[in-house]
C-alpha cells in the first residue's frame, strides 16, 4: 500500500493552523479595523482633503453674496493744490500781480444701503444653494474614500489569504513529492507519480512568488490611501456569518437612490439655481432703488479764488434716495432670459440623467449582492464537496484504486474553491458598501458593521 503523508490525512487542520498562525502574525504587527484607516485617511487622503477644502471655500462665497443686501460704507480724502495768478490795476496806482497758492483739502464719508434690488436678493439665494451643492459633492467624496478604503482592504486580506493558501498547497504537494519518490524507489509507485508530484511542486512555487508580489502591491495601495506603512488589516472571524441585505425590495433602493444620491442631489440644486438665474435675468426691466448718505469737510488754509487769502474751511452732509429706471439695453436683458431658459432646460435634462443613472446603478448593485450571496452559499457547498472528494481520494490511494495525480487534481480543486469562497465573501461585503454608496446611505455606521464582522 503506498505511503501517504500526515498532512494529506489531517488537510483541514493544516489549513486552519495557517489561517491561525496569519491572524496571530496580523495582530502582532498591530492590527487595525476598518474603521480605525477610514478615520486616518480622511486626515491623509488629498482627494477628500480637496473636496474639503472646495466645500469651505464654497461657503466663503456664498457669504460674499449676502453684502449686495447690507449697506456699503467707504471713507473718502484727497489733496489738491491750485495756483492763481492775479493782476489788478486800478485809476489810482500801477498795475500789480498777486499769486495765489491755494492748497485744498477734503475728507469725506459716503454710505450706500440698497432699498430694492431684486438681482442682489436672487444672487444671495443661488449662494445658499451653491453651499448645499458643494455639500453634496463633499458627501459624494467622503463615500467615495469609504469605497476605497473598504476596497483597498479587502483587497490585501484577499491577497493574503491567496498566499496562505497556495504556501499551503505547496507544502501539502512538497510531502507528496517526497511520498511518490519514497513509493518509486521501493517499487510502489511509478516515476510518473515523482514527475507529476514535481511539476504541481514547480506550479506552486511560481504561483507563490506571483502570490507574494500582489500582496506586496495590494499592501502599497492601501498604505497610499490611509498614510501609513505596514498595515496589518483585521481578518474576517470564523465562522463567517454574512449580514443579509436590507430592505429586501429593490424598489426602495431606487426610490431611495433617486432622492438621496449626492449626485441627484447636486443635480436637482443645480436646476434650482438655473430657475434662479432666469429670475434674476428677468429684473433686468425693474428699477433698483438705494439709500445714499455723506458726510464731508473741506479746508482751504490759504482760501479760495473767490476769497483769496482768507481760510476758509466748510462742511456738508446729505441724505437722499437714489432710483435708477432702465429704459432700453439693446435687447441684451431679452437675450439673456432666453439664454439662462435654454439653461434651465439643460439643467432638467441633467436631472434627468442623474435619477436614471442612479436607479440602473442602485439595480446593478442590489442584483450584484443577491448574485454575490448565492455564490457564497454554493461555494460552501463546493468546499464541503471538494474535501469529500479528498477523501475519497486518499482512501482510493490507499488501497490502489487512485493513483497520486487523482489525489493532487483533489488538493488542487479545494484549495482553489476555497480561495473562492474567500474572495466571494469579501466581494459580497463590497458590494453591500457599494449598494449603498449608489443609493446615497453609505456613512461611518455601516464600516462599523463591518468591523464587527472582523476577528478582535
Known sequence: MPF?????????????????????????????????????????????????????????????????????????????????????????????????????????????????????????????????????????????????VSQAYFDVLAAQDTLNVVQTQKKAISEQLASAKSNFELGNATITDSREAQARHDLASAQEIAATNDLQVKKLALDQIVGRVGIAPLPLAHPVVLPVVEPSDITQWVDTAESTQPVVRQAQIALDVARLETKKAETGHLPTVDLQASYGMQRNPNGMTSQPFVHSRATSASVGVALNMPLFAGFAVQNRVKETLSLEEKAQADLDNARRNVAQASRAAYLGVQSGMGQVKALEAA??????ALDANRLGYQVGV???????????????????????????????????????????????????????
Do not use: C
Not at 477644502?53 to 460704507?73: I, M
Open 4 to 148: 501517504l503523508p500526515s498532512s494529506l490525512r489531517k488537510l483541514p487542520l493544516t489549513l486552519s493552523l495557517a489561517v491561525a498562525a496569519s491572524a496571530l502574525t496580523a495582530q502582532a504587527a498591530q492590527a487595525q479595523s476598518l474603521f480605525e484607516l477610514v478615520e486616518q485617511a480622511r486626515g491623509y487622503d488629498a482627494p477628500w482633503q480637496s473636496a474639503k477644502a472646495q466645500y469651505d471655500a464654497t461657503v466663503s462665497r456664498g457669504q460674499q453674496a449676502r453684502a449686495g443686501l447690507l449697506p456699503s460704507v467707504a471713507a473718502q480724502a484727497g489733496v489738491s493744490t491750485a495756483h492763481t495768478q492775479y493782476r489788478v490795476k486800478t485809476p489810482t496806482m500801477t498795475a500789480q500781480n498777486f499769486d495765489l497758492h491755494g492748497p485744498s483739502q477734503q475728507a469725506a464719508i459716503v454710505a450706500s444701503q440698497p432699498l430694492f434690488r431684486p438681482a442682489n436678493r436672487i444672487a444671495f439665494q443661488q449662494g445658499q444653494r451653491g453651499v448645499e451643492i458643494a455639500q453634496a459633492q463633499l458627501d459624494a467624496a467622503d463615500q467615495d474614500l469609504l469605497i476605497r
Open 383 to 388: 468546499v464541503a464537496s471538494s474535501q469529500s
Open 402 to 456: 487512485r493513483v497520486n495525480i487523482d489525489i493532487l487534481n483533489a488538493q488542487s480543486q479545494l484549495y482553489q474553491t476555497q480561495r473562492d469562497l474567500a474572495k466571494a465573501r469579501y466581494d459580497v461585503l463590497m458590494g453591500q458598501l457599494k449598494l449603498r454608496q449608489a443609493a446615497g446611505i453609505l456613512g461611518d455606521e455601516d464600516i462599523a458593521k463591518v468591523d464587527g464582522l472582523l476577528m478582535k
